[in-house]
T-cell receptor
Framework: NAGVTQTPKFQVLKTGQSMTLQCAQDMNHEYMSWYRQDPGMGLRLIHY???????DQGEVPNGYNVSRSTTEDFPLRLLSAAPSQTSVYFCASSSQQGITGELFFGEGSRLTVL | ELKVEQNPLFLSMQEGKNYTIYCNYSTTSDRLYWYRQDPGKSLESLFV???NGAVKQEGRLMASLDTKARLSTLHITAAVHDLSATYFC?????WGYGNKLVFGAGTILRVKS
C-alpha cells in the first residue's frame, strides 16, 4: 500500500517560474491537504479539499492554486514562484470527510526558489 | 485565532533519563495529535487524543490531554537514542468546510548515549 505519494522530492526554480507539485493517495480518503514547513514555524495549511470538486483556502494560500478532479489526486500549483516560497511541502490525507482526523503525510517535496 | 506553543523547543537529554514535552493551546479544542518527524523525513502519527483526560502510551512515550487547562504532555521514560527526532503537537480547530490542524513549532529531541 503506497499511502500518500508526492512528486517531485526536490525542485529548484527561478523566480517567476511556475510548477506543479503532484500528490496522490490510494486510501480512498476524502480529505486532502497541502502544508508547508518552515524552520521554527511548524506546518501551515495552504489549501485543502473535502472531496472531489471541493477545495478551500488554508492559512497561507497566496501564490498557490489547487484543484481536485478525482478522489486520488490533489496537485498544488505555484503560479509565479517567489523566494518566499522556498520551503518543504507536505501533502496529507484523512479518511474523515470535513473533519481532519488523523492525517497521513507524504514524504515531502523540497522546493528552492532562486 | 488558535495558537499552539510547545516547550521546550530543543531538548538534549541523556539515555535513561525521563522528561516531558509540553503543548499549550489558546482556544477550546477536544482533539490533539502528536507527530514524530525524523530528519529529512515525513511526519508519522504517534497519538490521537480525542477527549479530556485521554491518555495514550506506546513504548517509552506517553501522551495525555487536559482540555480544561488546554494542555497536552508527551512524557518520555528512560530515553533511548532511537527517540531522537522532532516532535510536533497539533490541535484541531474549525475551519471552512471542516477542521484543520494547527501545529506547534516542534521540539527537537536529541538523546545522547
Amino acid at each position: 500500500n503506497a499511502g500518500v505519494t508526492q512528486t517531485p522530492k526536490f525542485q529548484v526554480l527561478k523566480t517567476g517560474q511556475s510548477m506543479t507539485l503532484q500528490c496522490a493517495q490510494d486510501m480512498n480518503h476524502e480529505y486532502m491537504s497541502w502544508y508547508r514547513q518552515d524552520p521554527g514555524m511548524g506546518l501551515r495549511l495552504i489549501h485543502y479539499s473535502v472531496g472531489a470538486g471541493i477545495t478551500d483556502q488554508g492559512e497561507v494560500p497566496n501564490g498557490y492554486n489547487v484543484s481536485r478532479s478525482t478522489t486520488e489526486d490533489f496537485p498544488l500549483r505555484l503560479l509565479s514562484a517567489a523566494p518566499s516560497q522556498t520551503s518543504v511541502y507536505f501533502c496529507a490525507s484523512s479518511s474523515q470527510q470535513g473533519i481532519t482526523g488523523e492525517l497521513f503525510f507524504g514524504e515531502g517535496s523540497r522546493l528552492t526558489v532562486l | 485565532e488558535l495558537k499552539v506553543e510547545q516547550n521546550p523547543l530543543f531538548l538534549s537529554m541523556q539515555e535513561g533519563k525521563n522528561y516531558t514535552i509540553y503543548c499549550n493551546y489558546s482556544t477550546t479544542s477536544d482533539r490533539l495529535y502528536w507527530y514524530r518527524q525524523d530528519p529529512g523525513k515525513s511526519l508519522e502519527s504517534l497519538f490521537v487524543l480525542l477527549s479530556n483526560g485521554a491518555v495514550k502510551q506506546e513504548g517509552r512515550l506517553m501522551a495525555s490531554l487536559d482540555t480544561k487547562a488546554r494542555l497536552s504532555t508527551l512524557h518520555i521514560t528512560a530515553a533511548v537514542h532511537d527517540l531522537s527526532a522532532t516532535y510536533f503537537c497539533a490541535v484541531e480547530e474549525a475551519w471552512g468546510y471542516g477542521n484543520k490542524l494547527v501545529f506547534g513549532a516542534g521540539t527537537i529531541l536529541r538523546v545522547k548515549s
